[in-house]
């Protein structure tokens, strides 16, 4: 199964940044699907979820910045960050099969897509 993810790239501290990752209909409609990042030298870690039905999760460490939403292609979902930090730099991984309950990936993923923020 392959999850295409795109965007990302280098941004200034405050400053915004849209990444997004398309799955194929039948995985986008059956399964969640969100984001995981991984700092350098740290342990990938849950970012956010979207549900199918609308329901979305974020780690506390971006809520109120970070957005996860799916667009007028439902097969495609986005993360919109706002307002970020050093700290949000890494790779994000696109991974679709999300338990919303443990915030477990699931087994499908996506290449993993740079996000640098410059201090």
């Known amino acids: 199964v392959q999850l295409q993810a795109s965007g990302g790239g280098l941004v200034q501290a405050g400053g915004s940044l849209r990444i997004s990752c398309t799955a194929p209909?039948?995985?986008?409609?059956?399964?969640?699907m969100g984001w995981y990042r991984q700092a350098p030298g740290k342990e990938r870690e849950f970012v956010a979820v979207?549900?199918?039905?609308?329901?979305?999760d974020h780690a506390d460490s971006v809520k109120d910045r970070f957005t996860i939403s799916r667009d007028a292609d439902p097969n495609t979902v986005n993360l919109q960050m706002r307002n970020m930090l050093p700290e949000d730099t890494g790779v994000y991984y696109c991974?679709?099969?999300?338990?919303?309950?443990?915030?477990?990936?699931?087994?499908?993923w996506g290449q993993g897509t740079e996000v640098t923020v410059s201090s």
């Open positions: 979207s549900a199918f039905s609308g329901y979305t």
């Open positions: 991974n679709a099969g999300i338990n919303i309950v443990t915030r477990r990936p699931g087994n499908y």
């Open positions: 209909r039948n995985i986008a409609s059956s399964l969640t």
